[in-house]
């Protein structure tokens, strides 16, 4: 079923789908984190999103930050129309635009501006943003139990693109200088970091995430910079709950509610 719901950011509303993914707690996150960073650097002007599913990333920068354009890349066909649909309903048409495509294309024929048969193939040219976000499938092809929808499938395995094509498309979108913001699983740290290497994504910001104060980190949100010099700082450890269940004041402070 096809609802539309309130963001709790402004007026902002979004429309999902029962059958899809929809949007949860870590959207939030790594677009609370990747605006932080963007809001410094005024000199930007756009961002694209990899994987953005209904298009909550997008739509949170499009208030968190003054990004003119904000490009959403998603596979599934009815993602990319609840995306579209909730750029109408806000407003935003124009200033969000929604790519159906696949992440692991871009890049692989410069052709055609990046990618085969994309729609249209120059807004994902080489070098054309300042910033990628990602929340990317964190589950391997091949670990896991699959769940029986496909979309769903699709959000949470590495099925049609893995973690070394978001590198990939990341590091070929971005100019020189641009800057990653992606979120993933902990226990991941050190192959994102070995694999991003590979394509002159360099480390610099990582905040380790868990579910309650003293747990164990269960997430882990990264900043790389493309050609940066080597050098890291580790952001203090962000718990999702307090002991009482309650939510943190610092997840709060994300989702504008403290």
Do not use: W
Not at 158 to 167: G, H, M, N, Q
Not at 181 to 186: E, G, N, S, T
Request: proline residues 3%; hydrophobic residues 40%.
């Amino acid at each position: 079923m096809i609802r539309l719901d309130s963001t709790g950011f402004d007026d902002l509303k979004i429309y999902q789908d029962d059958r899809l993914f929809c949007y949860g707690v870590d959207a939030v996150m790594i677009a609370a984190f990747a605006a932080g960073y963007i809001n410094r650097r005024r000199v930007y002007s756009n961002a694209c999103d990899l994987g953005t599913g209904n298009g909550i990333i997008p739509l949170i920068l499009s208030h968190k930050t003054k990004l003119e354009k904000i490009v959403g890349v998603e596979i599934n066909r009815d993602n990319i129309d609840l995306a579209e649909t909730t750029a109408e309903e806000n407003g935003l048409t124009g200033r969000l635009t929604f790519i159906n495509a696949n992440v692991a294309d871009i890049g692989k024929n410069k052709s055609d501006g990046g990618a085969s048969g994309l729609e249209p193939a120059y807004e994902l040219g080489q070098g054309s943003f300042d910033a990628v976000v990602s929340n990317p499938p964190y589950i391997a092809e091949d670990g896991g139990i699959k769940c029986d929808y496909n979309a769903k499938t699709l959000a949470r395995h590495e099925v049609t693109a893995d973690l070394e094509d978001f590198l990939s498309a990341a590091a070929y979108l971005m100019k020189d200088r641009g800057e990653l913001f992606m979120i993933h699983k902990a226990f991941r740290f050190s192959e994102i970091v070995e694999k991003a290497a590979g394509h002159r994504l360099e480390l610099k910001d990582a905040q380790l995430i868990s579910g309650k104060p003293e747990g164990e980190p269960e997430l882990a949100m990264f900043r790389f910079i493309k050609g940066g010099n080597p050098g890291v700082h580790f952001l203090p450890q962000l718990n999702i709950r307090e002991n009482d269940e309650s939510f943190s004041k610092r997840l709060l402070v994300m989702y504008e509610r403290e």
